[in-house]
């Protein structure tokens, strides 16, 4: 038999892991399949080669990747292309449709990326009060005592998003004392396994109607929102300049949520008191970009959700997939989008 006909005959699933960007995540399900099955194949490869090799593939997890209806018409044997985690903006969902092909996410609730990304914000949000780069600062020059922080005890936070990060969020700031303000699109009561509901922490609910109004009430701005078309920039000039002249922005969620310019022009003016962000406007960001030159700016490399636990889990959540695909049984553990 040939080694052709070999591997058609044991059903071999490839899976294709988009770019080098996130590499934990096809480590940890590569490793996770090698356990569990053999069968199924795990590559990654660089972003600039995808569209020459996605043809080859049974599923694929974008990560970083943008797939547009070009590179989607030329995945001939694909049957799922998911991402690891729950944001899909770079996938032409129509196109995929189109050609026949599911597309999905991992819901962050139970994966424990949710409540990842809520210690990302809370991270941020600490270290700009404190005044991290300060305080190395400091340390560098052997001052003993400065720079003179803040505390989150008393402050007013303002939750763009509360879906389930935002309720992740929410719950861990309630020990800090802090008034909670938050938005939603539709606020539908989940219960918690307490009884009461995931609105209950939330000291003032709103929608989009309200961000302004939230704005200018609260200290720090938590950024939580799913980007789309009507999300995108949607933190600019006239949403800023409602803000509290010194309160802090954090964004835990997409870059693109933020307008570039309008950040940095309130930065340069000084109205913006901080700004903490775990995702950027293009990344890997430019580590000379004029936002970097300011003491009161953090940045991390888009890693809120990347930690051992979550990462785990959603390799396990991958790997069940491919298995389930290459067995050809019901897809489970995720959440079609088309």
């Not at 949710?114 to 001052?143: F, H, P, W």
């Not at 949520?257 to 990344?283: C, F, M, P, Q, R």
Request: a neutral charge; aromatic letters at 6%.
């Amino acid at each position: 038999m040939s080694g052709e006909a070999a591997e058609t005959s044991i059903n071999r699933l490839r899976l294709l892991f988009c770019g080098p960007h996130f590499a934990a995540a096809d480590i940890y399900t590569r490793e996770y399949l090698q356990a569990h099955c053999p069968l199924i194949q795990v590559d990654s490869v660089p972003l600039d080669d995808v569209a020459r090799v996605i043809g080859n593939y049974d599923m694929c997890v974008v990560k970083s990747m943008r797939l547009n209806s070009t590179i989607i018409s030329r995945a001939t044997k694909m049957k799922l292309i998911m991402q690891y985690g729950v944001g899909l903006e770079g996938v032409d969902i129509h196109a995929a449709t189109t050609h026949g092909i599911k597309v999905a996410k991992i819901p962050s609730a139970k994966t424990g990326n949710a409540a990842s990304c809520a210690e990302m914000a809370i991270y941020l949000m600490l270290g700009l009060l404190r005044k991290q780069n300060d305080m190395q600062t400091s340390v560098k020059k052997q001052i003993v005592g400065q720079p003179v922080g803040e505390t989150l005890l008393g402050k007013t936070v303002f939750i763009m998003g509360y879906g389930d990060i935002g309720f992740q969020l929410a719950k861990r700031l309630r020990p800090f004392g802090v008034k909670v303000l938050a938005t939603k699109r539709n606020w539908i009561p989940t219960l918690q396994s307490n009884g009461g509901t995931h609105d209950d922490l939330v000291d003032e609910k709103g929608g989009l109607e309200d961000f302004h109004r939230f704005a200018q009430a609260a200290d720090i701005v938590v950024c939580c929102l799913a980007m789309n078309s009507e999300t995108a920039g949607i933190v600019n000039k006239s949403f800023m300049s409602s803000m509290k002249k010194g309160a802090h922005l954090v964004n835990i969620a997409r870059g693109g949520l933020l307008n570039y310019k309008d950040v940095l022009y309130h930065l340069k003016s000084g109205h913006l008191g901080g700004l903490g962000i775990d995702v950027a406007w293009t990344e890997p960001l430019d580590p000379d970009d004029p936002v970097l030159k300011f003491p009161n700016v953090i940045l991390t490399p888009h890693v809120a959700g990347v930690t051992e636990f979550s990462y785990r889990s959603m390799a396990k959540v991958v790997g069940n997939v491919a298995i389930q695909l290459q067995e050809g049984a019901p897809l489970t553990g995720i959440e079609f989008v088309n």
